[in-house]
Nanobody, 125 residues
């Protein structure tokens, strides 16, 4: 059984930085795609960034240039470095993973088989 565990969330002031981590336990899988999504109160879960086994890294427009995703996909581990945080980045951040994905669907929640429980990020102005 695959389990994803996020860590690194917290409460910070606008302009600060945080680095989230996602570790996988249980079965690991090759050719993984791992991603970060977030969900703010009252809103739908939205795509933030992904990293594919061949190195592709799409980002949501809202975080492009501020957030950087990286990972050791051989260990099914992924990080999200978040800089210049804004109050609108406040959300629960979720890690997701799958072993098979169409690149055209990488931004969809339904494309991922495994999810973590999330870590809270709160950015105050």
């Amino acid at each position: 059984q695959v389990q994803l565990v996020e860590s690194g969330g917290g409460s910070v002031q606008a302009g600060a930085s945080l680095k989230l981590s996602c570790a996988t336990s249980g079965r690991t899988f090759s050719r993984a795609t791992m991603a970060w999504f977030r969900q703010a109160p009252g809103k739908e879960r939205e795509f933030v960034a992904a990293i594919r086994w061949d190195g592709g890294t799409p980002y949501a427009d809202s975080v492009k240039g501020r957030f950087t995703i990286s990972g050791d996909l051989a260990k099914n581990t992924v990080w999200l470095e978040m800089n210049s945080l804004k109050p609108e980045d406040t959300a629960v951040y979720y890690c997701a993973a799958t072993s098979a994905i169409l690149w055209s669907t990488v931004r969809l929640t339904t494309s991922y088989d495994y999810w973590g429980r999330g870590t809270q990020v709160t950015v105050s102005s």
